[in-house]
């Protein structure tokens, strides 16, 4: 197909930049609503492991539907929820928040992959092992922000128990209701891939599992838990992540109907810190004030979330453009940051393009 003037400059520019930091990327953008970009640069492949985007398009659509419903509120503490949680103080909103002062990482998977009893468990089974490992945690600086994966390990905890129902079904509840048709966008469980393996972007060859990851999530915990988490665990296409990013606009500037109100959505997106002392609204990742992962032209009210292995979606409302990237940088090793340093120059690029244009 044929490139736009606008996709060749912007081609040529990630062309000479990518080979240092991975092996291809795929980038989507739309403004006002309307596709104006579509690239695909490097050794790309249909499906890639979005990794913590997972946050956003599962595990935050399922808070929303539970805030609607009156399940919990902004005050609400996880111990109403699960009264075995070990903080009685840490509310549910913190966990969204990364304020919980839970640790920011730990390796469950050292503890799941261990036990015997535990090698051919169900997904239902390896989370209730997951749950006795959050019971013994401590928490440290509750109220200063850290990114933390076992804060949305906590919030599996807790919307399987406001459920009632596994992971799998509650993944499923929300597919139908929001993602039908988004064939694409899926958990792998049991890390079995539902297409070929030769269809997914290749991650990194594991250590510990002894392989090339290849349509089996990355992430080591998510991994352990049989492929589906509340942090990480979805794999897609760059057309149906960049429909979610559509229906992440619908919801803030209330430009469509969706299952959401308005009112929900803004107070999802709405920044909880100042700029510089926490990053989040509940759930959301947003501008930073120095280094943002969407460089320096997206405004103070944008909204979005990256991925490990090297995926974004960034959404500006006021200037109504939102960007999907897609990589696999952590094929170079997951301790490359180059790609960290690409990122926010390829966003700074389309800004820069588009004003052109």
Not at 81 to 110: A, C, F, N, Q
Not at 225 to 236: D, E, I, K, Q, R
Not at 256 to 262: E, M, S, V
């Amino acid at each position: 197909m044929r490139l736009s003037a606008l996709e060749q400059r912007l081609h040529k520019k990630i062309s000479e930049a990518l080979p240092a930091a991975a092996p291809g990327c795929q980038l989507q953008v739309h403004s006002s609503g309307r596709k104006v970009c579509d690239l695909s640069v490097g050794q790309v492949y249909p499906y890639y492991d979005l990794a913590s985007l997972t946050k956003i398009i599962f595990t935050v659509p399922v808070m929303m539907k539970l805030f609607e419903e009156g399940r919990w509120n902004l005050s609400t503490t996880v111990q109403q929820v699960l009264s075995w949680y070990p903080s009685s103080t840490v509310r549910v909103s913190d966990l969204l928040m990364h304020t919980s002062g839970i640790k920011w990482w730990k390796p469950y998977y050292e503890s799941i992959i261990s036990e015997t009893k535990l090698k051919d468990a169900s997904i239902e089974e390896r989370w209730k092992k997951v749950e006795s490992l959050l019971k013994e945690e401590t928490f440290e600086s509750p109220g200063a922000t850290v990114y933390s994966d076992l804060g949305f390990f906590s919030l599996g905890a807790v919307i399987q128990e406001l459920e009632q129902k596994p992971m799998l079904d509650i993944w499923k509840q929300l597919s139908d209701r929001i993602y039908s048709g988004l064939t694409s966008l899926t958990f792998h469980p049991n890390n079995v891939p539902p297409h070929a393996q030769k269809l997914y972007a290749p991650t990194e060859r594991c250590p510990w599992r002894g392989k090339m990851l290849q349509g089996e999530v990355h992430d080591d915990n998510a991994w352990s838990f049989g492929g589906v988490s509340t942090h990480a665990g979805l794999f897609g296409s760059i057309d149906d992540v960049a429909w979610y990013g559509l229906f992440l606009r619908s919801q803030i500037l209330g430009v469509a109907k969706t299952p959401f109100k308005l009112k929900t959505a803004k107070v999802f997106t709405a920044r909880q810190k100042p700029m510089g002392e926490g990053d989040f609204a509940l759930g959301f990742m947003l501008r930073s004030a120095v280094g943002a992962s969407s460089g320096d032209y997206f405004g103070v009210n944008s909204v979005g979330h990256t991925g490990f292995t090297g995926t974004s979606i960034w959404f500006d409302p006021d200037a109504d453009l939102m960007m999907v990237l897609l990589s696999n940088r952590v094929l170079f090793g997951r301790d490359h940051q180059e790609f960290k340093n690409l990122r926010p120059l390829i966003h700074n690029w389309v800004v820069t393009e588009l004003r052109r244009s």
